[in-house]
Structures are given as structure tokens and as C-alpha cells.
């Protein structure tokens, strides 16, 4: 299994969201950060025996909620946040907790190679886009 790849399809699976699209823009560390945080939650729900689309809609609901800051969500948004969840949730749903920390880490590293700006760091462990 590719971690990439996964972090790939999680990170389009936002991304394919017209709503949250306009919201994220093209500021990718976003997408990642969220994919992070999401796999942070997933993992969490699994530890304390909770429903994961409920922990996971809830991490991205609160970084969507932080990058609009001015106003609540509105019901399209909300929907969007839920199909996404939902479709995190299908396409983690079969991954071993390794792999789901692997790709956490994963997500995370790129979130910071696309903050710092300085790719030459990271490429020299292997990381490219």
C-alpha cells in the first residue's frame, strides 16, 4: 500500500467538494492538516469504542468552522462536511491502525513541507508531491 495514495484520495475527496473548495481555495497544507486531523479522530473514535463518521465529521466541521471564522456554517456546507466524512470513513474503514498512523504521519509531513516552502528538506527523505 502507497501511503501517498491514500493521503492522495483523502485529500481529493475534500477537495471534490465544489463548497468546501471555496472555502480551502488552493492552499493545500489546508486539505492536508485536514486529513491529519480527521485520521487523528478516526483513530481516537476507534480507541474509546465511539462512532468514527461522528469524531470525524466533528474534526472537519472544526477546521472548516476556523477558516470561515466570521459566520456559523451554513446547510450546504454542513452537507458537504457530512458526505465527506462519510466518504473518509468508507475509504479508512479497512486499514490496519499502522497504516492509519502511517498515513497520518504522512499527511502531516506534507502539511508542513507545503507551510515551510522548502521542498529540498524534505526531498532529501524521500518526499515529493
Known sequence: MSYKRVAKRLTNILSSESVIKEIVKNKWHHYYLMVFQALKAYV?????????????KSSLLKNITSLIRERPPTAQ??????????????????????????????????????????????????MEL
Not at 481516537?44 to 461522528?54: E, H, L, V
Not at 474503514?93 to 524534505?122: C, H, Q, T, V
Open 77 to 126: 456546507e454542513l452537507n458537504a462536511i457530512n458526505r465527506v466524512a462519510r466518504n473518509m470513513v468508507r475509504e479508512l474503514k479497512n486499514l490496519k491502525r499502522r497504516d492509519l498512523e502511517n498515513i497520518a504521519i504522512y499527511s502531516r509531513l506534507y502539511n508542513l513541507m507545503l507551510r515551510s516552502g522548502n521542498k529540498e528538506r524534505f526531498r532529501s527523505i524521500g
Open 44 to 56: 481516537r473514535a476507534i480507541d474509546t469504542n465511539q462512532d468514527t463518521f461522528i469524531m470525524v
